[in-house]
């Protein structure tokens, strides 16, 4: 695990947007698609992830990362997970908070253990989720906590984080599961600017969010691209695909700097930038 550049917050997480300053990913050394679990997968299941290309695109991904400043905290690969490179589901940060979560899938069920383990040895002190939450249901804005309900994240696992987290709004959102996390249809890039897949959210919710946010709206093809799941590290600076060109388009028509970087081969497994990335501080 790399060291700390610079003395920051141990835990510092209030939005989306705010600069990253120190994340954690995970290597795909074993990244595979053993047990389908999402649409993207069943599309690519015989193909299957080339881990060489895998692991290029994740290095480039991390060594732009740095590039901007950000310490990367790099949790060890297992054999036993194929699907740990997505760090963002078994944790997610909110203040000054770090939940671990509990896995819905048995494929994924004992990622979080690497994780607990590094909080161990840092002295990071944080809350086990029950009922079923993963990250990538889980997006903050904020004194406002947006999470996706689906088979994998429930509302009893909403009522918990009601009575942990008492000086946030909690949002239910829900979606159409077969899109595996809110992230995947749903994120937020400013205060005032957010990224909306409308197919997979109901008219009452997609007018509820308008209300907050002006949306760029993505295409079923660029969704299935994971248009949707941008990773935001501050200064209106957003990671995305390369080949999302109609989103990419948008959001720098809205401002935004895009840091285009290949990720077409782990994106074949279901999730993009923000799937891969655990923020702990943003500040």
């Known amino acids: 695990m790399n060291s700390p550049t610079e003395e920051t917050s141990a835990t510092k997480c209030h939005t989306e947007y705010d600069t990253l300053r120190r994340v954690i990913l995970c290597q795909p050394k074993f990244m595979a698609i053993e047990e389908v ?5 069943k599309k690519y299941e015989d193909e299957n992830i080339n881990v060489d290309i ?25 054999e036993q997970f194929p699907e740990q490179v997505f760090t ?8 000054e908070e ?61 009522r918990k984080l009601k009575n942990d987290l008492p000086n946030h ?20 890039l400013s205060p005032e600017v957010g990224l909306i897949f409308p197919t997979a959210l109901d008219r009452k919710t997609i007018d509820k969010l308008s209300r907050q946010y002006k949306f760029i709206e993505v295409s079923e093809e660029e969704q299935f691209t994971m248009g949707t799941n941008v990773l935001s590290i501050g200064d209106k600076k957003v990671f995305s695909l390369p080949q999302n060109k109609n989103v990419n388009a948008q959001m720098r028509d809205h401002g935004f700097k895009v840091i285009e970087v290949d990720f077409s081969e782990i994106i074949k497994s279901g999730g ?10 943003r500040e």
């Open 37 to 41: 679990i999402n649409d993207v997968q």
């Open 54 to 78: 895998a692991m290029k695109q994740h290095e480039d991904f991390e060594k732009t990362l740095k590039e901007h400043g950000v310490e990367v905290i790099k949790l060890p690969s297992s």
């Open 88 to 95: 963002r589901d078994i944790g997610f940060t909110v203040g």
């Open 98 to 158: 770090i939940f671990v979560a509990e896995m819905a899938s048995d494929i994924r069920k004992g990622e979080e253990e690497a994780l607990e383990e590094w909080l161990d040895d840092e002295e990071i002190p944080f809350q086990t989720t029950t009922n079923r939450v993963e990250g990538g249901d889980v997006i903050i804005d904020r004194n406002t906590v947006y999470v996706g309900i689906s088979s994998r994240t429930s509302e009893e696992a909403v």
């Open 169 to 188: 709004e909690i949002v239910s959102v829900p979606f159409n599961e077969k899109y595996l996390h809110l992230d995947c249809v749903f994120n937020i």
């Open 272 to 281: 993009s930038f923000r799937c891969c990335s655990m923020p702990v501080v």
